[in-house]
């Protein structure tokens, strides 16, 4: 389990205001989790404390009753930030060139890229690649870094609907093999529900007189998901009650 216990976080400054403002969840291991919240709720401040980037004022995370290291966090930043002059498997077997400690070789690395549809593609540069492709290129080199926790930051947020609707089915199909821990941050409700086994709400500081609210609402749909889930009620019905809750603190 990560346990968020009693966060509190603020940029230096005189009179900045908490950004995380005593917040504290439990997060179940093995799960994919969603986090969604308005823009400048801290989602991504929360992330740069799992990651040891940034350190709270107050309150600490636990991994399995032990303080959390960086060495049990893998992230993916929204942009790609792949090499252009390195092929796609060079690209994706920097990790363990970057820390001979990681045990992830290239045979793995091979049957990753060819789960991602990218087989054909090992040689290529990113440049020559579209921008799910790259996309899916980033998402395996974060898997190369052999981490219990990965943390997804919007990694689909720049394409377009239909290359969407596409990646969360492969990352999914993934992830039902991996089923490491994911955090994924992402202003897209529906993807939210669709990918999730709990959606995570970040309201802003501020907003309740006693600390900060993180919200959960576990997504009780069966799994393999399947796109004509969309359009359940029950799936419906979650995008709405996420929506209100978002509404809120508009
Ligand atoms: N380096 C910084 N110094 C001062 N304030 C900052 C810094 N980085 C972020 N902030 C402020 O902290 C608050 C939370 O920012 P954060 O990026 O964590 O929000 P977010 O929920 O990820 O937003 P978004 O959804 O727009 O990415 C915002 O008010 C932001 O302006």
Redesign the pocket.
């Known amino acids: 389990m990560i346990d968020i216990q009693d966060l509190t976080f603020s ?1 230096k ?1 005189p009179g ?1 205001a908490p ?1 995380l403002d005593d917040i504290h969840a439990q997060l179940p291991e093995g799960h994919f989790i969603s986090l969604i ?12 404390i799992l990651t040891q980037d940034l350190t709270p004022q107050a309150g600490q995370v636990t991994f399995q009753g032990r303080p959390l290291g960086a060495q049990e966090v893998a992230y993916m930043p929204q942009k790609d930030l792949l090499l252009p002059w390195a092929s796609v498997l060079d690209n994706v077997l920097l990790p363990q060139k970057l820390n001979p400690k990681v045990k992830v070789h290239r045979d793995q690395a091979l049957a990753w890229l060819d789960k991602a549809g990218l087989a054909k593609v090992t040689q290529a540069l990113p440049q020559d690649l579209s921008g799910g492709m790259r996309q899916r290129v980033a998402f395996v080199r974060t898997l190369m870094m052999d981490k219990p926790i990965l943390l997804l930051d ?1 990694p689909f947020g720049t394409l377009d609907y239909f290359t969407q609707m596409e990646m969360q089915a492969w990352l999914l199909d993934i992830w039902q093999d991996l089923k490491t821990t994911v955090i994924l ?1 992402t ?1 897209n409700i529906e993807e939210a529900v669709y990918l999730s086994d709990h959606v995570m709400i ?1 309201h802003p500081a501020g907003t309740t007189p006693k600390g900060q609210q993180l919200d959960r609402v576990t997504i009780d749909l069966d799994r393999p998901r399947r796109q004509d889930m969309r359009y359940l009620p029950q799936f419906v019905q979650y995008k709405k009650v996420l929506e209100e809750a978002i509404h809120h603190d508009l």
Do not use: A, D, P
Not at 37 to 48: A, E, H, I, R
């Open positions: 940029f400054g900045q950004v919240g308005k823009s400048g709720s801290g989602k991504s401040t929360l992330f740069k919007e941050i202003h970040l």
